[in-house]
């Protein structure tokens, strides 16, 4: 079973950038597909992007389409959430996971995706 470690969360401004990572332990990452969530406080969690085991596809939550772009590297078993224009509502932890299933592409419930990583915070001042 896959490992999940997130890193490169922060405090950042409105309109600013941050990168987030994913490393992932397991020799079989290269074919997961992979995904963000994030849950802001006294929210639910929230699903944000996913991408496909080979990286051709993606899809994302209306709120982040344009701002926010996932990305992989099967070498390095990472995946990657470049945030762009972040927003005071962008503020949350950030979890990467496995998932979706084969068969589930386009979910965005939570019971079709893990494990979890621990999290890691991205704050948006205003």
């Known amino acids: 079973q896959v490992q999940l470690v997130e890193s490169g969360g922060g405090l950042v401004q409105a309109g600013g950038s941050l990168t987030l990572s994913c490393a992932a332990s397991g020799r079989t990452f290269a074919s997961y597909n992979m995904a963000w969530f994030r849950q802001a406080p006294g929210r639910e969690r929230e699903f944000v992007t996913a991408?496909?085991?080979?990286?051709?596809?993606?899809y994302y939550i209306e709120s982040v389409r344009g701002r926010f772009a996932i990305s992989r590297d099967n070498a390095k078993n990472t995946v990657y959430l470049q945030m762009n224009s972040l927003k005071p509502e962008d503020t949350a932890i950030y979890y990467c996971t496995s998932g979706p299933p084969k068969g589930r592409w386009g979910s965005t419930r939570t019971s079709d995706f893990g494990p979890w990583g621990q999290g890691t915070q991205v704050t948006v001042s205003s």
């Open positions: 991408i496909t085991w080979t990286g051709v596809s993606t």
